[in-house]
């Protein structure tokens, strides 16, 4: 708001020196002493003698009437309103507005005074994403960087209070003028608030990680005996209920399932006279960690495949890896006596009775019906799968034999049935079109070209497929990796023993450490390789939401952000199987998207927001810069009649009174034109002093 100043002139007498003052002054004091000597002597000009030095001296000082025409500039005055987090609570942002349309209308009155506005926003991609809270003050130091000291009239505030850069003292403003406070709200407001003290950034798989937090109700200070119902959630499903002393900390011990991203939801029920819920609410999100994956590799014959596994497997730290390779079967027995023999005996029953359940993985390479797994050890590992066990079967020619594998209880969970034909010659592996959409063939390096860019197999065991989902093939649509769940578990069969080819290189090789390890997590029942997911994240103020799934098309995905308002988002598709969509996320604190029976959360802003340690409306923060400036402090809540009056007032005069603010009327102005008159020009000065000097010697020759 730019207010029109009307031009003025003043006028002034300056003096303009022809010699520098401290020649001028020398000749002063000479002249001074020759007539103070003259005056001693008794000269009768002296008089006269003195008006010649003064006119002299006039002179060489240049006495000049300046002519200013004059441009008054206004004063500024800032208005800084304050759209955080905390003014979206109840119906502040309808009193603000209020509050700030009064002034303005007050202002529009007020001649000389040029307003700024400035807004300070907070959600995602404000101040208070970064934990800082409302940053009023650097909002208001740029509003004003380009308008000098000088001219500045005043700031006036309309908010909460809850302003978290508030300067130590007005020194710090880089302006003197008067800082004014409109706080919007009630006093002795009452709120609940959940706060985060300590929280795990990750965790051991299937071990106990702590959690510690502490609910607050503000407001209600020297009440005590209070408690409050918490509930936790993890991914979405409830993991603990609890009651919880108010004001006091709680530590309680939580269970990560699996590897990965854990999202964990704090959840704290309202208290009474509740603000908002926006504070009542945290996530934390743990990265489970798989302390040891044990893995039993069992091969039925030496092949070149098996140091292809072994490597593979040993190759990850993280890896616990039993692997026995059945070298001399029953079949095999020639009389050799067994203290004679090198080699270890088969401890199946300790693996396959006494520990099977520890195992995470239990992989079949090559194995076949030999006599060395009793059929009932197999149908322990059946049971094993049922009961969340994952086994990878990796066939090679016996599993077309009569001693197949898949001749004994493991029938039950394998989702492939040997045709009993084995198929010769090289072929390229093929990645089906469900094999596109899964997340364990999807996006292979080499696997979106036709045909494949990477090397030949050259065997396949014949198969049909019974159920489960068949992701690479062979010529011919032959069944060549498959995927099933069974009961609680899953399993997973490559059809052909030639996967070693591939880490050896051969005609360039192929992605086996990445379809291998892909495989392994999606067997491991890891969340980021489920088939049909869910996952949501937040990037600057934009959410992000995708979906895989094996289905030919999504429906619309419901978010609901912090405040409860619900959106409808329409997925696009990005690839097969996948769709995605992205919206503004403008809020500070926890988005929920749904979709059918899948669940994502995930979190705008620091974990514990400073905007949200308090929300009550309060003077306290801005009082001490307020009273040291001079300015005043108006509570405007629902009554609009409550916001003051504003005057104008000379430096040094009050600038706040009970009902109206005051502005700092600098009258600062520009400079426009300038208009100089000579009072004393050379020729007339001249002449009074050539007519002094003659006067002086007409008096003295007498």
């Given at each position: 708001?730019?207010?029109?100043?009307?031009?003025?002139?003043?006028?002034?007498?300056?003096?303009?020196?022809?010699?520098p003052?401290?020649?001028?002054?020398?000749?002063?004091?000479?002249?001074?002493?020759?007539?103070?000597?003259?005056?001693?002597?008794?000269?009768?000009?002296?008089?006269?003698?003195t008006?010649?030095?003064?006119?002299?001296?006039?002179?060489?000082?240049?006495p000049?009437?300046?002519?200013?025409?004059?441009?008054?500039?206004?004063?500024?005055?800032?208005?800084?309103?304050?759209?955080?987090?905390?003014?979206?609570?109840?119906?502040?942002?309808?009193?603000?507005?209020?509050?700030?349309?009064?002034?303005?209308?007050?202002?529009?009155?007020?001649?000389?005074?040029?307003?700024r506005?400035?807004?300070?926003?907070?959600?995602?991609?404000?101040?208070?994403?970064?934990?800082?809270?409302?940053?009023?003050?650097?909002?208001?130091?740029?509003?004003?960087?380009?308008?000098?000291?000088?001219?500045?009239?005043?700031?006036?505030?309309?908010?909460?209070?809850?302003?978290?850069?508030?300067?130590?003292?007005?020194?710090?403003?880089?302006?003197?003028?008067?800082?004014?406070?409109?706080?919007?709200?009630?006093?002795?407001?009452?709120?609940?608030?959940?706060?985060?003290?300590e929280?795990?950034?990750?965790?051991?798989?299937?071990?106990?990680?702590?959690?510690?937090?502490?609910?607050?109700?503000?407001?209600?200070e020297?009440?005590?005996?209070?408690?409050?119902?918490?509930?936790?959630?993890?991914?979405?499903?409830?993991?603990?209920?609890?009651?919880?002393?108010?004001?006091?900390?709680?530590?309680?011990?939580?269970?990560l399932?699996?590897?990965?991203?854990?999202?964990?939801?704090?959840?704290?029920?309202?208290?009474?006279?509740e603000?908002?819920?926006?504070n009542?609410?945290?996530?934390?999100?743990?990265?489970?960690?798989?302390?040891?994956?044990?893995?039993?590799?069992?091969?039925?014959?030496?092949?070149?495949?098996?140091?292809?596994?072994?490597?593979?497997?040993?190759?990850d730290?993280?890896?616990?890896?039993?692997?026995?390779?059945?070298?001399?079967?029953?079949?095999?027995?020639?009389?050799?006596?067994?203290?004679?023999?090198?080699?270890?005996?088969?401890?199946?029953?300790?693996?396959?009775?006494?520990?099977?359940?520890?195992?995470?993985?239990?992989?079949?390479?090559?194995y076949?019906?030999?006599g060395?797994?009793?059929?009932?050890y197999?149908?322990?590992?059946?049971?094993?799968?049922?009961?969340?066990?994952?086994?990878?079967?990796?066939?090679?020619?016996?599993?077309?034999?009569?001693?197949?594998?898949?001749r004994?209880?493991?029938?039950?969970?394998?989702?492939?049935?040997?045709?009993?034909?084995?198929?010769?010659?090289?072929?390229?592996?093929?990645?089906?079109?469900?094999?596109?959409?899964?997340?364990?063939?999807?996006?292979?390096?080499?696997?979106?070209?036709?045909?494949?860019?990477?090397?030949?197999?050259?065997?396949?065991?014949?198969?049909?497929?019974?159920?489960?989902?068949?992701?690479?093939?062979?010529?011919?649509?032959?069944?060549?990796m498959?995927?099933?769940?069974?009961?609680?578990?899953?399993?997973?069969?490559?059809?052909?023993?030639?996967?070693?080819?591939?880490?050896?290189?051969?005609?360039?090789?192929?992605?086996q450490?990445?379809?291998?390890?892909?495989?392994?997590?999606?067997?491991?029942?890891?969340?980021?390789?489920?088939?049909?997911?869910?996952?949501?994240?937040?990037?600057?103020?934009?959410?992000?939401?995708?979906?895989?799934?094996?289905?030919?098309?999504?429906?619309?995905?419901?978010?609901?952000?912090?405040?409860?308002?619900?959106?409808?988002?329409?997925?696009?598709?990005?690839?097969?199987?996948?769709?995605?969509?992205?919206?503004?996320?403008?809020?500070?604190?926890?988005?929920?998207?749904?979709?059918?029976?899948?669940?994502?959360?995930?979190?705008?802003?620091?974990?514990?927001?400073?905007e949200?340690?308090?929300?009550?409306?309060?003077?306290?923060?801005?009082?001490?810069?307020?009273?040291?400036?001079?300015?005043?402090?108006?509570?405007?809540?629902?009554?609009?009649?409550?916001?003051?009056?504003?005057?104008?007032?000379?430096?040094?005069?009050?600038?706040?009174?009970?009902?109206?603010?005051?502005?700092?009327?600098?009258?600062?102005?520009?400079?426009?034109?300038?208009?100089?008159?000579?009072?004393?020009?050379?020729?007339?000065?001249?002449?009074?002093?050539?007519?002094?000097?003659?006067?002086?010697?007409?008096?003295?020759?007498?």
């Amino acid at each position: 708001m730019q207010p029109v100043m009307s031009p003025a002139a003043s006028w002034d007498i300056v003096f303009e020196p022809s010699l520098p003052l401290s020649l001028i002054l020398a000749l002063g004091l000479i002249g001074a002493a020759v007539i103070a000597y003259s005056a001693w002597r008794g000269a009768r000009g002296t008089p006269w003698r003195t008006a010649a030095l003064a006119v002299t001296l006039a002179a060489l000082l240049n006495p000049t009437m300046r002519q200013e025409d004059r441009q008054a500039v206004p004063d500024v005055a800032a208005i800084v309103v304050d759209k955080s987090e905390s003014m979206e609570i109840g119906d502040r942002p309808k009193e603000a507005q209020a509050a700030l349309a009064r002034i303005e209308a007050s202002l529009k009155n007020t001649p000389g005074i040029e307003t700024r506005i400035v807004t300070v926003e907070g959600g995602a991609g404000g101040a208070s994403e970064s934990g800082e809270g409302t940053q009023a003050f650097a909002a208001l130091e740029q509003a004003l960087a380009d308008v000098p000291r000088e001219r500045v009239a005043g700031a006036i505030f309309i908010t909460d209070g809850e302003i978290h850069d508030v300067p130590k003292n007005a020194g710090a403003l880089g302006f003197d003028a008067p800082v004014h406070g409109l706080i919007v709200g009630r006093k002795n407001e009452k709120d609940r608030r959940l706060t985060v003290i300590e929280a795990p950034r990750f965790g051991i798989v299937d071990e106990p990680v702590k959690l510690t937090f502490r609910v607050d109700d503000t407001g209600t200070e020297g009440a005590t005996g209070a408690t409050a119902a918490v509930t936790i959630a993890i991914d979405g499903k409830e993991a603990l209920k609890t009651d919880v002393a108010v004001g006091e900390k709680k530590q309680v011990s939580l269970s990560l399932s699996h590897g990965g991203p854990n999202v964990i939801e704090i959840d704290v029920g309202p208290g009474p006279g509740e603000l908002t819920l926006l504070n009542n609410r945290a996530v934390v999100v743990a990265n489970g960690i798989r302390d040891r994956l044990r893995v039993l590799l069992v091969s039925g014959e030496p092949h070149p495949g098996e140091r292809t596994w072994r490597n593979l497997l040993k190759a990850d730290p993280s890896v616990d890896l039993v692997h026995f390779t059945i070298l001399r079967p029953p079949e095999k027995q020639d009389g050799t006596p067994i203290n004679e023999l090198s080699l270890i005996a088969f401890p199946t029953r300790e693996l396959f009775v006494d520990k099977l359940s520890e195992f995470d993985l239990i992989i079949f390479d090559r194995y076949k019906r030999q006599g060395v797994l009793p059929l009932e050890y197999l149908s322990n590992v059946a049971q094993y799968v049922e009961n969340g066990g994952a086994v990878l079967n990796a066939a090679g020619p016996a599993f077309a034999s009569p001693f197949s594998i898949y001749r004994t209880p493991l029938a039950a969970v394998l989702p492939a049935q040997p045709t009993g034909d084995i198929t010769l010659g090289g072929f390229r592996p093929h990645v089906t079109e469900t094999g596109h959409k899964h997340p364990v063939t999807a996006d292979l390096p080499g696997g979106d070209a036709t045909p494949e860019q990477w090397g030949r197999w050259f065997r396949v065991v014949d198969s049909t497929v019974d159920r489960g989902e068949v992701v690479m093939d062979a010529p011919g649509g032959k069944p060549l990796m498959v995927l099933d769940r069974a009961g609680k578990g899953r399993v997973a069969q490559v059809m052909s023993d030639q996967l070693w080819l591939w880490s050896r290189g051969y005609e360039g090789g192929g992605p086996q450490a990445e379809l291998l390890r892909r495989l392994a997590h999606w067997l491991m029942k890891e969340p980021d390789l489920e088939e049909e997911n869910l996952a949501a994240t937040i990037a600057g103020s934009t959410l992000t939401v995708k979906r895989r799934t094996m289905a030919d098309e999504t429906p619309d995905a419901e978010v609901t952000a912090p405040s409860g308002k619900k959106t409808t988002l329409k997925l696009e598709k990005t690839a097969p199987g996948r769709y995605e969509a992205r919206m503004a996320a403008n809020e500070l604190g926890l988005y929920r998207v749904a979709q059918g029976d899948l669940n994502a959360v995930t979190a705008s802003g620091p974990l514990n927001p400073r905007e949200f340690a308090d929300v009550r409306a309060t003077e306290k923060l801005l009082k001490p810069v307020a009273a040291e400036t001079g300015g005043g402090l108006y509570w405007v809540g629902e009554n609009a009649e409550d916001t003051p009056d504003i005057r104008t007032v000379r430096p040094g005069h009050d600038a706040a009174g009970d009902n109206w603010l005051g502005l700092k009327r600098n009258e600062q102005y520009l400079v426009r034109a300038v208009h100089q008159v000579p009072l004393l020009s050379g020729p007339l000065a001249l002449l009074l002093i050539l007519g002094t000097l003659a006067l002086a010697w007409r008096r003295e020759g007498r």
